[in-house]
């Protein structure tokens, strides 16, 4: 079975309800069956649990976690009794929106009562799709009228939307629906984001890499809407044209494992095939490695950017410079870079700059 497990998140007003009829519409037709979640907090408020009814705020969220949690266990259990191929579970709002609604302070105690962390509960999702609020970018349209659990202002859905995109960046796979369009095509972009992720009717992987002026960490780290993720990156044996790796990803002994096969389509294109496994299986699979390349060990620090998401990787082996990469969901698609960050040149089609061939360098290439 196929079963892939998504968030559709996003600020106040920023079209969720649409969104899932489209989503039902187009991939069942794609041949998935679809699963809806629906929005916890919605249904908690309008049956009268709310953090004005409960004792605390903390309260009232651990309440909220607990039951997201117990629902998407429920969700998957019966999932996988289903005699079908392909299964897509869509969660309205998942486990990390919490975050957007609670101090640092009150989240991590969250944390520790439910015996959890952030990383495994963020990367539990094969992906996460953020549509922006209308009060972003299409003012006129923003409304509270059509849900009685919704009651921020424009400013502070405004507020709201950028703490929800920063509590989920980190995730290997976040996408941002702007407003930058009508609000139909703003829902073609979404369905054509997920049918990219699903590899429907093909998995590919439309990437651009930069080579950049060695970025100013404290700067980085000190951007909310900015995640730290350290990764280790192991080759292991294949075929010719074929590309084959094993990932830990994760921070503080918090990890997640990834195996992931590439194929080359073009210079910028190419099919990706990754699976989430156990540590278990990373561990096996380690003895599988490519021993003529060096295991690749770099931080990468996710960041969100007007409405793009970009990962920058820095090696321990350089000083002066660092590789910034960007997904996009159009070959044409343009570039808006954070005006922090100094592009040296493209790199894209150059094989010197590809982590397979910074694999096989040895010490001295790093000097």
Known sequence: ???????????????????????????????????????????????????????????????????????????????????????????????????????????????????????????????????????????????????????????????????????????????????????EEKMHRLLSEISSFLGVPEPFEIERKFLIEYPNISVLEMNPNCKRIEIIQTYLKSQDGEEIRVRQRGMNENYVYFKTIKRHVSDIKRIEIEERISKEDYLTLLMEADTSRRQIRKTRYCLTYDGQYFEIDVYPFWHHQAILEIELSDENQKIRFPKDIRVIKEVTQDPAYKNASLSKMTGEHFL
Not at 19 to 37: C, H, R
Not at 45 to 57: F, K
């Open 1 to 183: 079975m196929e079963l892939s497990k998504i968030v559709i998140t996003g600020g106040p007003c920023a079209g969720k309800s649409t969104a899932m009829s489209w989503i039902q519409n187009a991939f069942t037709k794609q041949g998935y069956t679809v699963l809806f979640i629906p929005e916890t907090a919605t249904e908690l408020i309008t049956g009268g649990v709310a953090p004005w009814t409960c004792g605390s705020r903390a309260d009232y969220q651990k309440c909220q976690m607990q039951l997201q949690l117990e629902k998407e266990k429920v969700f998957e259990q019966a999932a996988r009794t289903m005699t079908v191929n392909k299964i897509l579970i869509v969660c309205d709002r998942g486990a990390l929106d919490n975050k957007a609604y609670m101090t640092d302070d009150d989240f991590q105690q969250l944390l520790q009562q439910l015996h959890t962390n952030e990383i495994e509960l963020r990367d539990q999702y094969d992906a996460v799709f953020h549509l922006v609020s209308a009060a972003k970018g299409a003012e006129a349209f923003y409304t509270t009228s059509n849900n009685a659990a919704r009651t921020e202002t424009v400013e502070q859905a405004c507020s709201l939307d950028d703490k929800l995109i920063g509590a989920w960046t980190g995730h290997p796979h976040l996408r941002i629906i702007d407003n930058s369009t009508s609000f």
